[in-house]
């Protein structure tokens, strides 16, 4: 509960921090739920606090089939080898997680795809390693906080056989991008 609140900006990395010690501390359910009771009721979603060009990055599914989900709290999890690429990726890290996404033995019928990245602790990564010929595009990635996306593109867009758009949040966690041949 309160890593939800503090990726929807509910409360702030020092009231995490100060309630995280609180948790830590509690010795009874009840000093558990006092850490929570009082958290600011959900506002709109962390989309809607997006310009609307982010917001609306992301195409819809055609059928749930169309979406490859990657979520994990904390450890790793890996997409690679031969695999067939959906339209939609979506990928969340929190405290200590990583998901790392190789498109290099992929298989992929479409000129676009989505990546949507929720990073929402410290130690969270996604790494996406593409061919050196496709176009990782990360301008729709908001940057929170420390939150950063490292992508240096070997070719050009104009050269690029697919695009992978970013979208999303990093809250405090790393985007890396990778090009292999």
Known sequence: ML?????EGRIDLEELNERLDRTYGARTLRELDEVVEDLP???PPPTALLPATVAAAAPLPA?????LELHTRSGKIRQDGRWVVPP???TKAHR???VRVDFTRAECAYREVTVDVQITSWFGDVVIVAPYDWWVQDDAVTRRLLGAVHNRPIVSPTQAAVVVRLT???QTGDVWVRYRR
Do not use: E, N
């Open 96 to 98: 200590f997680g990583t």
């Open 88 to 90: 939609l990726i979506t």
């Open 63 to 67: 059928h749930p089939g169309d979406v």
């Open 41 to 43: 009721q959900a506002g």
């Open 168 to 170: 999303g949040y990093v």
């Open 3 to 7: 890593r939800v609140a503090v990726s």
